[in-house]
């Protein structure tokens, strides 16, 4: 009981560093403000860790490499921990590899989030600028279905066919994981 709950919490907090540090590195691509709230505190979340690797690990292009970087770092330190706990010393080979399936995993669950926030925002309509910079880290995913699927009854069905896309993705990814771990 003890191992599950220690994974439980590890996940938790990875998945809140590392879809930061995800976030960070999108919202740095797409060129959006970080003077808005989730700017600020995607800022005081990944400081601690990015700003020192990014002395090390140069930006390729409009890519922040220490931000994905320090992502899969973060993965792979939880892997680890799991597998200390679990006392396998066989799979250590593997753990870079683990780490980044776990990071395509955490991509696509950050994603996945960000779509339902979009979802029920546009549902509400309210005046926040909130609304805007969500808008905009969604909109270059949403733009490819636009062109394909049309408005049904006035309804945008992107962001439901991105949705189930992405739980697609999530299946095969974790078929993958599966099969590498056999």
Known sequence: MLYQIISFLLEVVVGLLGAACLLRLYMQYQRLPFGNPVGRF???????????LRRVIPAFGRWDTASLLAAWLLK??????LLLMAGGGGSVA????????????L???ALT??????AVLSWVQTSSPMIDLIGRLCAPLLQPLRRVIPLVGG?????????????VAGMVLAALQQGLLR
């Open 42 to 52: 995607v800022f005081a979340l990944t400081d601690w860790l990015v700003l020192p």
């Open 76 to 81: 792979l330190a939880q892997y680890g921990v």
């Open 94 to 105: 593997l753990l870079p590899l683990l780490a980044l399936f776990g990071l395509a995993q």
């Open 107 to 109: 991509v696509i669950s």
């Open 113 to 118: 989030g960000l779509l339902i926030v979009y």
């Open 155 to 167: 309804i945008d069905l992107s962001p439901l066919a991105l949705l189930v896309l992405l739980q």
